[in-house]
Structures are given as C-alpha cells and as structure tokens.
Antibody, heavy 126, light 106 residues
Framework: EVQLVESGGGLVQPGRALRLSCAASGFRFEDYAMHWVRQVSGKGLEWVAGISWNSKSLGYVDSVKGRFTISRDNAKNSLFLQMDSLTTEDTALYYC????????????????????WGQGTTVTVS | IQMTQSPSSLSASVGDRVTITCRAGQNIGRDVNWYQQKPGKAPKLLIYAASSLHSGVPSRFSGSGSGTEFTLTISSLQPEDFASYYCQQSYSTPRTFGQGTKLEIK
C-alpha cells in the first residue's frame, strides 16, 4: 500500500523551530519529487516547498524562504521540513505529498500532479 | 502565478451537471491539476494535465482548457461528490492553488 505518514508537529512558541518528518512506503521514493502543502483550519491549500528526486532542485513559497528547509533521505525513504523562526502565520496542518514526476522544474517529458497525500501533522505556533 | 477559481461556493442537487472554472494569471499551457477534498480528509487528485483522469477517478469527472482558462465538470452529481475542489498550476514554482470551491447540497 502506498503510504505517507507525517510526524513532528506540535505546539511551539513564536521564534522557535520544529522539524517535520514524513515516512514513505509502498513506492520507489527515490524516483519522485516530493512536496509539503499546508492548510490553515477552514481555509484553502498552500504549497510550501518542493524537492526533486535527487535533491538538486528545491522550491519554496515566498513566505517561508530563508526560514524553512526541505530535504530528503532516499536511503531512508524520508522527507523532512526544517522550520525555523516560526510565526503564528505558520499555524496549519502540514501535508507530505508525492508528485507524479521526478522533478519540480517542469519538463514536457513528465506529467505533474500530487497523487499521494499523507494525513497531515498539525503545527500550532502560539 | 495566481489561480482564480470560481465560484467560491455552489449549491446543486444530485444528478446536476456542475462546472467549476479556474483562471491563471498567465499562459500555463495545460499544466493544471484538480483536487477534491472532503472534510477532515486529505485532498485527492482527480485530473492532471488539464484533462487526464487520474487512476480510479469516476468518468463523470472531466477537465478541459488550456492557456489561462480551465474547467472541471461533474456530469451527474453523486452524493459522494459534495466536497471542496481546488485547481492548482504545475507550470512553475510556487505551485499555487486556487482558493477552492465548496460544493454543497441544495
């Protein structure tokens, strides 16, 4: 069964740090780009960060640039999000998401879509 | 790239045909995906590359469009289709989503 399981969320004070983890199983993790997407309770979806299969391409939404770092360990089938200098605006449910493609830079060779989602881990900054 | 979705909410009945529209702030070819989200659940991919049906998605869902205007159509609403729907562009990063459409039972 294809599965993504997030962990590491919790209650943290403004200015502090938190590290989210995502454990992948049921597919060849090393072949696909991965993302973090967040959702404030009752609001819409916001893409936070993405990473290519080989970690050579990274992308961030402007509001987290310089504060958040996405990384992956293909040997351990794991995705991470290091979140520093947290603010109340970062309070949300954070989803780990698999892409259909290996890259985050669009190429005509691939189709792009977020086809597997975890159940999310809640981050509360207060 | 801004994605503007309309309407933000929609009331419809079982059996109705429903269309949701998404407009991109620039030409993005066919790099649009559509997702369905039910309360308390993670989103699910319905359509990728504007019109390709994701595996396991019922054929009553369809997508169309290119350039800056895209649509998601549900041909005959079923009770399980009442949910929120989001478009998303995969043309460039950041991978922006539309603000969502909440589809409610009339």
């Amino acid at each position: 069964e294809v599965q993504l399981v997030e962990s590491g969320g919790g209650l943290v004070q403004p200015g502090r740090a938190l590290r989210l983890s995502c454990a992948a199983s049921g597919f060849r993790f090393e072949d696909y780009a991965m993302h973090w997407v967040r959702q404030v309770s009752g609001k819409g979806l916001e893409w936070v960060a993405g990473i290519s299969w080989n970690s050579k391409s990274l992308g961030y939404v402007d509001s987290v640039k310089g504060r958040f770092t996405i990384s992956r360990d293909n040997a351990k089938n794991s995705l991470f999000l290091q979140m520093d200098s947290l603010t109340t605006e970062d309070t949300a449910l954070y989803y780990c998401v698999k892409d259909m493609a290996p890259t985050i830079v669009v190429s005509p060779n691939f189709h792009y879509g977020m086809d597997v989602w975890g159940q999310g881990t809640t981050v509360t900054v207060s | 790239i801004q994605m503007t979705q309309s309407p933000s909410s929609l009331s419809a009945s079982v059996g109705d045909r429903v269309t949701i529209t998404c407009r991109a702030g620039q030409n993005i070819g066919r790099d649009v995906n559509w997702y369905q989200q039910k309360p308390g659940k993670a989103p699910k991919l319905l359509i990728y590359a504007a019109s390709s049906l994701h595996s396991g998605v019922p054929s009553r869902f369809s997508g169309s469009g290119s350039g800056t205007e895209f649509t998601l159509t549900i041909s005959s609403l079923q009770p399980e289709d009442f949910a929120s729907y989001y478009c998303q562009q995969s043309y460039s990063t950041p991978r922006t989503f539309g603000q969502g459409t909440k589809l409610e039972i009339k």
